[in-house]
């Protein structure tokens, strides 16, 4: 089955973004291997506010890839993207049960945690930078019970970034 | 010189405690060397909760170790305490010209907070817990200046906690 994977790089503290929004601290490793990491996902999942996020950026949409946005607060979204509405359980697991690469979380917090409490996530891809921000926007919003993990790997990179991946213990 | 170390566990998404300030969720890796981890040091540093939570937890003091409380709105400490007033940066600068082993200190979020603003802290060990919370207590409260780090090394365990140690870049 196509796993449903959250990547993100996170603050020594627990921050996936500053205050203010900033990722100015997220410093791409040149070790990593970002290409060959993508050729792993053929769709994305965005919640309604980093579908905003990546929009106001004005970022393209990767090649290759189908972007949802799971919201069902939103009546329209740009033609790269296909809204998903309903009940977020279901539209995801019919996502999954089409052919295809693994489906990449875009963003954290809100989407993350639904995700979370629904079980739908697989695994957890961890970049953790050598920086503490003091404040900001958490990887996860409340969650309605924990998550317990399984540590996978582990990557050091020359940067002092340092990669974790886990399993998600399925509920 | 003496090395000022902050070392704790952290839950995956950045908590060191849970939102009722559970630590059920800390689990002590059978690998882990609590005691040859102690015996680096002869001083604990508490801010005023931490303090009065490991008072109110009823927890012995560590046998060898002077503990110190830094606090100006406490006016007595137990007998196995000894409370520094005043400037802090002064107060743990002249802890720190004593002769001795390496200082910890004991807690998170508001002591580690001032001192790592005050440049004080050497030395970060944080021991992540393949958990998340959803919420609870940060690693610190909010920071005047964001903090580099350097990474120094990465310890995996059984259990699949990993020790990560970095060194704090003095400003």
Same mark, same amino acid.
């Given at each position: 089955?196509?796993?449903?994977?959250?990547?993100?790089?996170?603050?020594?503290?627990?921050?996936?973004?500053?205050?203010?929004?900033?990722?100015?601290?997220?410093?791409?490793?040149?070790?990593? #291997?970002? /290409?060959?990491? &993508?050729? =792993?996902? %053929?769709?994305?999942?965005?919640?309604? @506010?980093?579908? !905003?996020?990546?929009?106001?950026?004005?970022?393209?949409?990767?090649?290759?890839?189908?972007?949802?946005?799971?919201?069902?607060?939103?009546?329209?979204? #740009?033609? /790269?993207?296909? &809204?998903? =509405?309903? %009940?977020?359980?279901?539209?995801?697991? @019919?996502?999954? !049960?089409?052919?295809?690469?693994?489906?990449?979380?875009?963003?954290?917090?809100?989407?993350?945690?639904?995700?979370?409490?629904?079980?739908?996530?697989?695994?957890?891809?961890?970049?953790?930078?050598?920086?503490?921000?003091?404040?900001?926007?958490?990887?996860?919003?409340?969650?309605?019970?924990?998550?317990?993990?399984?540590?996978?790997?582990?990557?050091?990179?020359?940067?002092?970034?340092?990669?974790?991946?886990?399993?998600?213990?399925?509920?």
């Amino acid at each position: 089955m196509r796993k449903i994977v959250a990547g993100f790089a996170i603050s020594l503290d627990g921050y996936i973004e500053g205050p203010q929004g900033e990722y100015d601290w997220i410093i791409m490793d040149q070790e990593f #291997d970002f /290409t060959g990491h &993508l050729k =792993k996902f %053929d769709t994305f999942l965005f919640g309604r @506010k980093s579908y !905003e996020k990546f929009r106001r950026a004005g970022n393209p949409s990767f090649p290759g890839i189908t972007n949802y946005v799971i919201s069902n607060s939103l009546d329209s979204v #740009d033609k /790269t993207f296909i &809204l998903a =509405k309903g %009940d977020p359980k279901k539209t995801i697991e @019919k996502i999954r !049960e089409q052919k295809g690469k693994d489906i990449a979380v875009y963003g954290g917090a809100n989407l993350l945690s639904s995700l979370l409490d629904l079980d739908l996530i697989d695994e957890i891809q961890m970049t953790i930078i050598p920086v503490m921000l003091g404040s900001g926007k958490p990887m996860v919003a409340t969650l309605r019970k924990r998550a317990h993990l399984t540590l996978i790997e582990v990557k050091k990179f020359g940067s002092g970034a340092v990669q974790l991946i886990y399993q998600v213990k399925h509920k």
